[in-house]
């Protein structure tokens, strides 16, 4: 009968291996939830918007996904994606930087 803790060190080798892999996979996981809800809410407030162009919408995609780690809600994800969609159509010249 074979000792299954014959060669610690390769042991701990494996357990550090298998922990890494699972943290490599919860970080995915987070990558993919979390570019699920960007899309969900670009969807959601492009929704009754037809004339949006490509470059609008991956600036809102960038705006949203630079507010994912800050800990937003979903509401405020709509809310903060709205009011950065209507400055990018009619930007306030007083914040203009010029």
Partial sequence: MSNMFANPSSDR???FDLS???SELQH???QV???TRVKD???AI???EEDVGRTARERLVNY???LLPTGKTDSQLLIFG???LNEIREPDSRYSGC
């Fill in 28 to 30: 995915l996981r987070t």
């Fill in 33 to 35: 939830r979390n570019a």
């Fill in 64 to 66: 949203l996904s630079l």
């Fill in 41 to 43: 809410a670009v969807e």
């Fill in 13 to 15: 080798r494996k357990i």
């Fill in 20 to 22: 890494h892999e699972w």
């Fill in 82 to 84: 709205t009011a950065y």
């Fill in 46 to 48: 492009l929704k009754e």
